[in-house]
């Protein structure tokens, strides 16, 4: 038994910090109260220190980097007290998988380095119990990886086949322990699917008492818009919904607050939450940067294209007319190209 004494203990209900001592047998809280007796073999003194309930990161990206797999005691949450981290947003997820293609999070990381050895979410739960991970980690169903696999790098609508077997496959996943699904509906492969098709969806993730999140179709001159689509879901679907890192960008203010008043009228109405990052700075795929014209196809395509002697002037042009600060921009990551990594 662990017994840690004299603690400032906040229980997570939201009533006052108090006083006293709390009693672990078998890795599971056994008693909170005050003990003064009691005999135990380890003895902590918690005076002057503080007790909680592990907390949750609701929008971790440590499977998005891979980081679950080259670093699994996920230490820095640890070191923060959270216990519980959350993945698969902005439509990547690790699973569920149809052909085991990962290209979705290959913006964030490199997919070459692990070996993925799974499809279904029980088995990737299964995979990760293997790595003893220092989290306990849940996942989201990624929109865009599954769609990828499903129709590789066409932009299109789904068949009513295809749109089945998507169905279908979120279902197996949530009862697997999946807990929604996903959009990241800014990324190119996502930015022209319909209402339609992530209302079809949800028709699934309702029925298991799932969650939705997003990524807004558009975080800048059209966020308002975009909020308007994703209240619109929710009130159609009943899924309760959050808004992923909704934040204000430079430039955008105006907007950002139209879009927050918007939520704020329909709090009664809807199911809709929004998570925020609490810092100044966002680390964003370079190729989101582009003119959105020129965000077309796989990365390959738009390697092509900005390298090409007719798009490239247009791009310039463009970039010069889009009020992107470029000398504030710093590169934060650039495989097998680390010499550019700092630099503007």
Request: a negative charge; proline letters at 4%; glycine letters at 8%.
């Amino acid at each position: 038994m662990i017994l840690i004494k004299n603690a400032n203990i906040i229980d997570g209900t939201g009533k006052p910090p108090f006083k006293g001592d709390i009693l672990i047998k078998d890795d599971r809280i056994s008693a909170i109260g005050s003990f003064p007796n009691m005999k135990a073999e380890t003895i902590i003194d918690g005076f002057g220190l503080s007790v909680t309930p592990g907390f949750i990161d609701p929008s971790a990206t440590s499977d998005h980097y891979l980081s679950l797999f080259s670093n699994p005691l996920q230490k820095d949450f640890l070191l923060q007290g959270v216990t519980t981290i959350i993945g698969g947003h902005c439509g990547s997820s690790l699973a569920p998988l149809l052909y085991g293609s990962l290209k979705s999070i290959r913006k964030w990381a490199d997919t070459d380095l692990i070996n993925i050895n799974w499809t279904a979410v029980a088995e990737l739960k299964a995979t990760l119990n293997r790595l003893k991970l220092g989290v306990n980690f849940a996942t989201l169903a990624g929109h865009s990886t599954f769609r990828r696999d499903l129709i590789g790098e066409e932009i299109r609508d789904l068949t009513d086949s295809e749109s089945e077997v998507f169905k279908n496959t979120l279902n197996q996943a949530m009862k697997e322990g999946a807990l929604g699904l996903s959009t990241g509906l800014s990324y190119n492969h996502s930015r022209f699917v319909s209402h339609s098709e992530i209302k079809n969806l949800l028709e699934t993730v309702s029925k298991n008492k799932g969650v939705y999140t997003t990524h807004l179709r558009n975080e800048k001159e059209g966020i308002v818009d975009s909020v308007k689509e994703t209240i619109a879901i929710s009130e159609e679907t009943g899924v309760p919904t959050i808004i992923s890192h909704f934040r204000p960008i430079i430039n955008f203010e105006k907007q950002f607050k139209e879009a927050l008043a918007l939520i704020d009228a329909h709090l009664s109405k809807g199911n809709v939450f929004f998570e925020v990052n609490p810092f100044n700075t966002s680390i964003v795929p370079i190729y989101t940067l582009l003119p959105i014209w020129a965000q077309n196809g796989s990365l390959e395509t738009m390697i092509e294209t900005i390298t090409d002697d007719l798009h490239r002037p247009k791009i310039l042009e463009d970039l010069s007319d889009s009020g992107i600060e470029l000398d504030k921009l710093v590169i934060a990551e650039a495989r097998d190209n680390p010499y550019v990594v700092g630099k503007t």
